[in-house]
């Protein structure tokens, strides 16, 4: 009776992710891309395999605007897509941050109001998100769904290269006047969201001794979320502009990775959006980079006070210390920095580590963290 109870249920589950599971194995690969070569005008700039994991990854260059991508092709069903801009920051007013989100508010082909979170209830996505960093502003999402991961790619691409960026869409998502108990107080998305940010003792101590560490010449020494007395010096048009300079397809690189096939992801970005730059006739080959790395500072002691952290006792005050080294790594070489990352995992993580032990066990801390 179990068997049958078993096999009475399966056909409602079992059968579908079976579908999925063929899918992904039986994909067509990247067999028929060879490095030199044109795929949907895109040219093929490198394809390296890697058999341990069954693996292919694809580096293309469009033809025209110079726009590059990335295929990562493997039998999972769960195909994910992200489209990248260089966007160093320059100043803490959270430019970036805030163009992020009024990208999202609306765009040429899809003028309604917020149409990312109206996916959310509509989409098969597995993951929707948009993210600012110091250095970059990204775009990803992810679903098993073919058709789904079509729909998202075409509001995601119109997002973020054909945005509305109104002056109403500003106000709301970065900085407004509002009168509240007869006296005038600042809101935005933005701005609430990092006042929320700067009150967090931890995050504002980490904030400051990144900023501290590098120094203004350095795009990771301001505050690229947005520093909430600096947040309302920024004006519509500096947002626009920003657009403007960063967001093209010569400073963009995109991602796609899955089971489905490559050549129709580059079809589609080259038909539905890439084409419509090389007929406007303007240069879009210009990729930014970023500034040099700092000359090397000498060593300083920097304090600075901030929001108490509950959780602290009377003794320690809410006492932070850090003792920090900026490295002489290439932020995009790969490899120096995983093996950075792994040196700091031998030496922080666990109760065995020894900086634990230096540092707890002696009692000169109840807690640290390391990074």
């Known amino acids: ?22 899918r992904g194995a039986a ?17 093929v700039l490198s394809k390296t395999v890697f058999e341990d994991y069954n693996v292919e990854v694809a580096e293309f260059e469009h033809e025209v605007t110079r726009a590059r991508y990335m295929h ?4 999972d069903t769960n195909n994910a897509f992200c489209v990248g801009f260089c966007t160093p920051c320059t100043n803490d007013t959270g430019i970036a941050h805030i163009l992020e989100h009024t990208a999202l508010c609306g765009s040429e082909r899809f003028p309604v109001r917020d149409p990312f979170f109206k996916m959310r209830n509509r989409s098969l996505s597995t993951f929707m998100n948009a993210m600012t960093y110091p250095d970059l502003t990204m775009y990803p999402f ?11 790619m075409s509001i995601y691409l119109d ?28 809101k935005g998305v933005v701005f609430n969201e990092m006042k929320g940010v700067f009150s967090d003792p931890s995050s504002l101590f980490f904030t400051k001794t990144m900023m501290e560490a590098y120094g203004k010449d350095s795009c990771y020494g301001h505050n690229y979320g947005g520093d909430p007395q600096r947040i309302t010096e920024l004006t519509h048009e500096n947002l626009v502009a920003f657009h403007r300079r960063y ?17 129709g992801h580059l079809e589609r970005i080259d038909e539905t959006l890439l084409r419509r730059f090389e007929a406007d006739g303007k ?11 700092p000359q090397p500072l000498p060593p300083k002691t920097v304090q600075s006070t901030g929001p108490l952290d509950p959780l602290c006792t009377e003794e320690d005050n809410g006492m932070r210390v850090c003792l920090a080294w900026v490295l002489d790594i290439d932020p995009t070489d790969a490899l120096k920095n995983f093996a950075w990352s792994i040196l700091s995992s031998l030496l922080t993580s666990g109760p065995n580590a020894p900086l634990y032990k230096a540092l707890v066990e002696a009692g000169l801390g109840r807690d640290f963290t390391a990074g």
């Not at 009776?1 to 063929?22: D, E, G």
């Not at 992810?142 to 998202?152: C, G, H, Q, R, S």
């Not at 960026?165 to 006296?183: C, N, V």
Request: aromatic share 12%; hydrophobic share 40%; with cysteine.
């Open 1 to 22: 009776k179990a068997t049958v109870s078993v096999l009475n249920w399966s056909p409602y589950r079992f059968p579908k992710r079976l579908q999925m599971s063929v």
């Open 27 to 43: 994909r067509a690969g990247l067999k028929a891309i060879e490095p030199q070569a044109t795929v949907k005008g895109f040219n």
């Open 72 to 75: 990562i092709d493997t039998e």
């Open 142 to 152: 992810a679903t098993v769904n073919e058709k789904d991961f079509y729909n998202l």
């Open 159 to 186: 997002a973020a290269f054909f945005p509305r960026l109104s002056f109403m869409d500003f106000l709301q998502e970065g900085h407004r006047l509002e009168m509240e108990d007869g006296k005038f107080v600042i």
């Open 247 to 263: 967001y093209s397809p010569a400073n963009c690189t995109f991602v796609t990775y899955g089971d489905l096939g490559v050549a």
């Open 283 to 293: 240069e879009h080959r210009t990729r930014q980079t970023l500034r040099p790395k």
